[in-house]
């Protein structure tokens, strides 16, 4: 491609976007270039360029756009003059610009056909920058992914893309980790994090078919990656199963043979003075059983023996149970409830386990924080659709992405004295109750679950 044509698009939008604010600066280059150029060849790739700028104008800018773009066709082809010194010598080689003016047709809107019409509103975001690296296509989604105009996008290049007026801080630092990542590994096709935890999937491809261009596709995955995670939980807990149904028994079953043996000789270690001794076991093999029991809820817990109950009063008892721990930790527990006739169909005793599990991780990521702060755990309850929102808030130490990610795998813990299966356990739960668990956590600022249990009174 010639010089000159690489620089005409880019500029001529611009000139359409600002109206020729600093017009002679921007050009300079495109101007001296299209010395020696054919007459004819600017005239079509003018009348092109302006064709592809029609396709994105809106119907009240048109009449703008076709204004604008006459009078760079006008400045463009008195650079395309020939100097006033070859000039004196060649007069008649000066173009005839009137003529050559008048030549252009104005474009006029034609409807999208409908392979365009399929591109402009696909899921997945696409842009095609041509080799100078200037923006000659994007579609209606790449465009809300930038938020951004898309007429204010056409002809930018890359530098004045990352630095446009329209683009957020957190969009223009995701797109240059993204190019940094790119250049640093040369991958061209990745998944990439955003600052909010979105993952996105981009691509960037150079074909022949696009006569050297770019091709930039972005496709926003969190939602099947949300999918693939919960899959995988449910894998991961199935193969638990597998395992503990093979060897839950067989220790067991050894345990309380050795627990039976050392209460017959608890009477001799008293007399010799060794009973400290028989009590470490007998509380070691408790704590062995209390694993294997978690262990085996885990992969199999019982089936749900539901009953309706008003979330209120469910949430209000959590908090009675749980206040003497709170005060020896504390915490301040707060509780709010938005609907008092909200109502649930549960297994008491498998859902209180769930509360109680959560609250007292709540106890602890606060008592871990260690800096003297108050400590504040909120429990709400909400209607939220179809189902009942409970919500545990603490100010605790909060999470990485890392731990949030594994949050819920079996026997993953942060806890010194942890068995890592409460979460997996009381995930377990919720799914059987038909409902979901989310959590969301930022170090330094605290941690927040969110139950979803589906109501039992119809409304929504």
């Not at 000139?15 to 020729?20: E, K, N």
């Not at 040369?186 to 491809?205: K, M, P």
């Not at 769930?354 to 606060?366: E, F, S, T």
């Not at 429990?379 to 009942?388: D, Q």
Request: glycine share 6%; aromatic share 8%.
């Amino acid at each position: 491609m010639e010089a000159w044509k690489t620089h005409y698009f880019p500029s001529l939008a611009e000139f359409v976007r600002t109206g020729g604010t600093d017009f002679l600066r921007s050009t300079e280059e495109l101007r001296r270039e299209l010395y020696g150029a054919n007459q004819d060849e600017i005239l079509k790739h003018h009348e092109e360029s302006v064709r592809f700028l029609f396709s994105f104008a809106d119907p009240e800018d048109r009449m703008t756009l076709a204004h604008r773009s006459l009078l760079f066709l006008t400045e463009m082809l008195i650079a395309y003059r020939v100097p006033e010194e070859a000039a004196a010598r060649e007069p008649e080689a000066k173009p005839d610009l009137t003529a050559a003016i008048q030549a252009v047709p104005i474009a006029e809107e034609s409807p999208p056909n409908k392979f365009e019409t399929v591109l402009q509103h696909m899921d997945s975001g696409v842009a095609l920058f041509d080799e100078a690296g200037n923006l000659r296509f994007l579609n209606v989604q790449m465009s809300r992914f930038l938020q951004a105009p898309r007429r204010s996008l056409i002809g930018c290049t890359m530098r004045q893309l990352l630095l446009h007026p329209h683009l957020a801080p957190k969009t223009r630092k995701f797109i240059l980790h993204m190019l940094r990542e790119m250049n640093r590994y040369h991958r061209f096709h990745g998944e990439f994090q955003d600052a909010d935890g979105r993952i996105f999937l981009v691509g960037v491809s150079q074909s022949e078919e696009l006569d050297g261009d770019y091709l930039v596709s972005v496709k926003d995955v969190s939602e099947y990656k949300q999918i693939e995670q919960a899959a995988f939980q449910n894998d991961k807990l199935a193969m638990l199963g597998k395992i503990a149904a093979a060897i839950a028994h067989e220790i067991r079953n050894p345990l309380t043979s050795i627990r039976g043996f050392i209460q017959l000789l608890l009477p001799y270690l008293k007399e010799i003075g060794k009973q400290d001794y028989a009590k470490i076991i007998l509380s070691e093999i408790d704590r062995a059983n209390d694993i294997i029991y978690e262990f085996l809820n885990s992969s199999k817990p019982t089936a749900p023996m539901k009953q309706t109950v008003l979330v209120g009063l469910l949430l209000k008892e959590m908090i009675l149970l749980s206040e003497s721990e709170a005060h020896m930790k504390d915490c301040e527990l707060n509780c709010e409830i938005f609907d008092p006739y909200l109502t649930v169909a549960i297994d008491v005793k498998q859902i209180k386990q769930v509360l109680l599990n959560i609250i007292k991780n709540a106890m602890d990521a606060i008592h871990e924080v260690g800096d003297g702060r108050k400590g504040r755990i909120d429990v709400s309850a909400r209607r939220e659709g179809k189902f009942a929102l409970i919500s545990i808030r603490d100010n605790g130490k909060g999470m990485d992405r890392m731990t949030l990610s594994r949050l819920f795998d079996p026997f993953f813990t942060t806890k010194e004295a942890g068995t890592g299966l409460g979460l997996s356990v009381s995930y377990r739960i919720i799914n059987n109750h038909g409902g979901t668990i989310h959590v969301e956590s930022q170090l330094g600022e605290g941690t927040e679950f969110m139950i979803y249990l589906p109501c039992t009174d119809g409304k929504e």
